[in-house]
Nanobody, 114 residues
């Protein structure tokens, strides 16, 4: 089963930027890839998704601030997060679609605070 490893989380001030990366141990070429997050006391929610064909969809709360990208040759997917707000504080998870072959990363903490 493919393994997903996230990196790039950390502490950032409001208005700042972070770039999360997710490295897959296997091919992602034919898979939808997404970032989810789980804020304190909340259920896990979809942040951004990119289909295998490159189409994207974003949560309303992050539209115009977050951007998902992928590099199929490197089996990586990234999440560029700009204009961060305290309410973006969460554990961010990488997800690979594929029905029975779906996979989740272990998560990376993003904290937005002054």
């Amino acid at each position: 089963q493919v393994q997903l490893v996230e990196s790039g989380g950390g502490l950032v001030q409001p208005g700042g930027s972070l770039r999360l990366s997710c490295a897959a141990s296997g091919s992602i070429r034919f898979n939808a890839m997404a970032w989810y997050r789980q804020r304190p006391g909340k259920q896990r929610e979809l942040v951004a998704v990119m289909s295998s064909g490159g189409s994207t969809n974003y949560a309303d709360s992050v539209k115009g601030r977050f951007y998902i990208s992928r590099d199929n040759a490197k089996n990586t997917v990234n999440l560029q997060m700009n204009s961060l707000k305290p309410e973006d504080t969460a554990v961010y998870y990488c997800w690979r679609g594929g029905g029975p072959d779906e996979a989740w990363g272990q998560g990376t903490q993003v904290t937005v605070s002054s």
